[in-house]
T-cell receptor, first 111, second 113 residues
Framework: NAGVTQTPKFRVLKTGQSMTLLCAQD?????MYWYRQDPGMGLRLIHY???????AKGEVPDGYNVSRLKKQNFLLGLESAAPSQTSVYFCASKGTEETQYFGPGTRLLVL | AQSVTQPDIHITVSEGASLELRCNYS??????LFWYVQSPGQGLQLLLKYFSGDTLVQGIKGFEAEFKRSQSSFNLRKPSVHWSDAAEYFC???????????FGSGTRLQVQP
């Protein structure tokens, strides 16, 4: 049982490049989330999904897009990366009692 | 809107000493409360949670937390800290039917030998 996995683990982009972060969960959870973590700011919600084919904006959605074509996968896209998007990105899925389970994170550096 | 405050950004304790990390929340209804731990370069691991019932909850790694409604607090405690407890600790609040958790900004714990 892998839980929540994320790929890639680390990526360096140049300003203006695009990329997609992949999150996969094998717990059959309906809800999935993308957060970013920056020093001293905790985790901030970017986008979330309440089920296959649905997505919604979180606290800091600008510059990001998401898709949930399959229940087990939640993709986060950066169309034109900016240095302000340098961060650690975490995916999570939600089980019972509002409990979220997190992936190991993707560290992104935008030059 | 719900919010979570962790007043201590950084705490240093000696190995074997007791530990208390503070968490205060703001939320109108009965909250779900969580503590997560993040070791360097790792994801977040659930330590414990309060859902309902007994206000003193036990978690993994010898941690416990007490929900005090009158003080809007959910402080994390451990009677004797081990060097492996050095990490960052996050308090979070959620509620039935809400779409996401709200996290505090974290407390970094350093353990001195």
């Amino acid at each position: 049982n892998a839980g929540v996995t994320q790929t890639p683990k680390f990526r360096v982009l140049k300003t203006g490049q695009s990329m997609t972060l992949l999150c996969a969960q094998d717990m059959n959870h309906e809800y999935m989330y993308w957060y970013r973590q920056d020093p001293g700011m905790g985790l901030r919600l970017i986008h979330y999904s309440v089920g296959e084919g649905t997505t919604a904006k979180g606290e800091v959605p600008d510059g990001y897009n998401v898709s949930r074509l399959k229940k087990q996968n939640f993709l986060l896209g950066l169309e034109s990366a900016a240095p302000s998007q340098t961060s650690v990105y975490f995916c999570a899925s939600k089980g019972t009692e509002e409990t979220q389970y997190f992936g190991p994170g993707t560290r992104l550096l935008v030059l | 809107a719900q919010s979570v405050t962790q007043p201590d950004i950084h705490i240093t304790v000696s190995e074997g000493a007791s530990l208390e990390l503070r968490c205060n929340y703001s939320y109108g209804a009965t909250p779900y409360l969580f503590w997560y731990v993040q070791s360097p370069g790792q994801g977040l691991q659930l330590l414990l949670k309060y859902f309902s019932g007994d206000t003193l909850v036990q978690g993994i790694k010898g941690f416990e937390a007490e929900f005090k409604r009158s003080q809007s607090s959910f402080n994390l405690r451990k009677p004797s800290v081990h060097w492996s407890d050095a990490a960052e600790y996050f308090c979070a609040v959620g509620a039935e039917g809400r779409r996401a958790l709200t996290f505090g900004s974290g407390t970094r714990l350093q353990v001195q030998p």
